[in-house]
Each structure stands twice: as C-alpha cells, then as structure tokens.
C-alpha cells in the first residue's frame, strides 16, 4: 500500500504542518491524526469561518488560526508540510502553490479534477524534490484490511467477482459546495465517493482494460451526478462491480466478494468517521475497534463463519507519512496510483 521510497527532502520531526480547510475532511480526517503523532506539529490552521475559526481555536490551542490562504503563504517558510482538506476545485491551485513554495502536501481526494492537473503536480514536485502524496485513508478501513488478508491467505481461492458499495440515504443533498459543485470543479458523487472504490479496487486486484458505468442525477438542481454504478474489468481477471448513491433508502452489502472457494459479505460501515465525529480521538484505547455485531461472514452458506473485522487505522497514513518525511522511506500513497484512479473518472466523465 505504499510508493516505493521518497527521494525528496528528509526533515527533522516535528514537522511543522498546516491544514487548510476545517470542514469534515480538517477537522475530522486531519487535524486529530497530525495533533496525536509527535513527529508532527499542528502550527497552522487555515479557515475563514469564524465559528470554525473558534472550534479549531479551541480544539488547538498551540495552533495559529490562519483566515485566508494568501496568509497562510506568507507565511510558508514557517512551514515544511501542508494538509489540503479543503473543497476539491481548490486542490490543484494549492497543491501547486505549496510545491512551488517549497512545502510538502498532503490532498485530499479527489487528486484533481483532471489527469493534466494531477499529471502537471506529480512532475512539479518531483522536479522541485518536494514530497507529494493523496489521503486515500479508506486504503485503512478495517474492512478493507481484513478483505485484503484474506485475499493473500487465499481464503476465498480465485476472486472473480467484487462488489463494493458506499451507499446512504441524504434526499436533502450533501453539503452546500457539494450540492452545486460541478464535475468541473471536482463535483459529483465519482470523484466524492469513487475516489474510494475505484483506488481500493486497483489496489486488491491490479489495473483494468474495460471500463462500464452508469450515471445519473437524481437530485433537482445538483451540480453533478449523485448515482453512479462502475464495472472495471481488470487485467487479472476480475470483475469488480462499484456502487455509490446518496439517494439509497436501504443500503447493500458493503462488500460482496465471491471466489472459487467461498465468499466474503460485509455490511455496515467502517466506525471512524462516526467515531470521530461524536468526539474520539486516535489515541483512545478501542479507536477503530470494530464490535462482533458487525462482523463480516465468510464461507459457503449453510457454513459460514464470522471473521473478525481488523482494526481500522486512519492514524497508519500519517505514521507512514511521518516515517517518509524523517527517513525518506515510502510514501503512503504513491500520487501516481491515484492518478490512474482519476483517469477511470475521467474516462467515465467523457462518456457520460
């Protein structure tokens, strides 16, 4: 799950680190992990809405509370690593505002909202010597790593079909910029959500040579498609059978992967999201704890047995990260896996 190793920079921990954003993705997906691992300091925090401004404050008090990222800029050389959590037509300008400006980065998906954008940072980076990777942090659901084990254990002998889904039921909409965000600007449940599926199905079953999908918006007055099914034929074989929809009043299987030998059923999803957002924290004892409830099955029916949900591990991307930024190691994401996940939503994009 990892690049091979970094040839960019190596800084001496703590590595003074600034997110920009503090919606869902900062707040949740960022600022907790970067402020619970010691390799790093959480010095900057950049939003321009006040009662965010005061929750981040509050939550952070060592860090500064930047209002604008022309701010934060000037204040670059404060800095060695910048989080981009903000919204996703933003991540190409900042992502090429920081390498140029000497800063590692981390973004959030989606990558961009074209393969030149992301094509044109992978090389900029990789010119300037400046680290670049994309939080693809559901490469660390629990889920996700206990299908992964028993794919190298064998359990289910020769995949030949994946079923993945992240579905739920928002008749209201998502969030105001996700509503009217268009595909241009990043926009659209494939770039949202697909993001996902798409990265964690290249990464258990390799590259595809056929894409087929399904798109469609649901919602009146929604910027860009909000159900969309993806079949990827990959090279090894396997078929994998992606869906993603807002609009789902009861929900599928969360994977439903079936093998020569037996098949794996997950329902539910992985718990650190909704952990997070009730006020844990990384470092409590039972984060990314899965209960027996929700375990997935595994076997044959008329025999199947319950196995164990791994513990999910957010906090693995920035250990890893903290680990290629002080050693020079791997990367956890190597930028140009995610690139060929955008290329796939590219593709879907065009034909649609």
């Not at 400046?130 to 064998?154: C, H, K, S, Y």
């Not at 791994?310 to 990367?331: K, N, P, V, W």
């Amino acid at each position: 799950m990892t690049s091979t190793a970094s040839s960019t920079s190596v800084f001496t921990a703590p590595i003074r680190t600034g997110v920009i954003g503090f919606g869902l993705a900062g707040s949740v997906f960022h600022a907790p992990f970067v402020a619970a691992d010691s390799r790093f300091a959480l010095d900057a925090i950049v939003t321009g809405n006040a009662e965010r401004q005061a929750a981040a404050q509050a939550a952070y008090p060592d860090a500064r509370i930047i209002a604008s990222t022309a701010e934060f800029f000037e204040r670059a050389d404060d800095l060695d690593l910048v989080v981009l959590g903000s919204p996703p037509a933003t991540h190409y300008p900042l992502a090429l505002a920081a390498i140029n400006a000497g800063l590692s980065v981390v973004v959030d998906k989606p990558f961009a909202a074209t393969v030149d954008q992301a094509t044109e940072l992978i090389e900029r980076s990789e010119e300037l010597g400046v680290a670049l990777t994309v939080f693809q942090n559901r490469r660390w659901d629990g889920d996700f790593l206990t299908l992964r084990t028993l794919l190298d254990e064998g359990a289910l002998g020769d995949v030949y079909r994946f079923e993945s889904r992240f579905e739920w039921w928002k008749p209201q909409g998502g969030r105001d910029w996700k509503k009217s965000a268009s595909v241009a600007d990043g926009g659209g449940i494939l770039f949202d959500l697909g993001s996902h599926l798409i990265d964690q199905a290249l990464q258990l079953f390799g590259p595809v040579d056929q894409v087929y999908s399904e798109v469609s918006t649901r919602l009146a007055g929604a910027g860009a498609e909000d159900d969309a099914f993806v079949a990827l034929q990959h090279v090894s074989g396997v078929s994998s059978h992606l869906s993603m929809n807002s609009l789902a009043a009861q929900r599928g299987a969360r994977f439903h992967v079936l093998g020569q030998a037996g098949a794996y059923t997950k329902w539910g999803l992985d718990g650190q999201e909704d952990a997070l957002r009730s006020g844990a924290k990384p470092s409590d004892a039972n984060f990314g704890v899965e209960p027996e409830s929700t375990w997935g099955v595994l076997g044959v029916d008329g025999s199947l047995d319950k196995r164990p949900t791994e513990r999910g591990d957010y906090a693995g991307f920035y250990r890893i990260l903290g680990d290629a930024l002080t050693t020079g190691s791997a990367l956890p994401v190597d930028p140009r896996s995610s690139l060929e996940t955008l290329s796939i939503i590219e593709q879907i994009h065009q034909k649609s």
